[in-house]
């Protein structure tokens, strides 16, 4: 049984957020929570609220047992990018191109 999560249009870029999600891919939920609360970035932050919104789906529709939960995917993928432009020297513009992220995480049983 697989259950799965996922944030859109969230304002980071997906970079940052896919170191993370390859280090809690293949942990059990207690122990991926745990390394996303003691990790100090932005990402781990939102990858944390993502992966508890996936453990209540799976409590909560399939009422599955939480110690038996592991992360079996864990992904950012590109979302939308905002284009902005700013003034440079000679009245030429400069872009400046903020990047969206698809965050989603899926746990399946053991």
Do not use: W
Request: aromatic share 8%.
């Amino acid at each position: 049984m697989k259950t799965s999560a996922i944030a859109k249009y969230v304002r980071i870029s997906p970079r940052k957020v896919h170191f993370i999600c390859q280090e809690i891919r293949g942990k059990q939920v207690d122990e991926a929570l745990a390394f996303l609360m003691f990790t100090p970035k932005k990402g781990a932050r939102i990858l944390s609220d993502v992966l508890k919104s996936a453990v209540a789906n799976a409590e909560h529709n399939f009422e599955a047992d939480r110690e038996k939960l592991i992360v079996k995917e864990a992904f950012a993928n590109e979302g939308p990018r905002m284009k902005r432009y700013r003034p440079k020297a000679k009245g030429k513009a400069y872009p400046i191109i903020k990047r969206t992220s698809h965050i989603g995480v899926v746990v399946a049983d053991e």
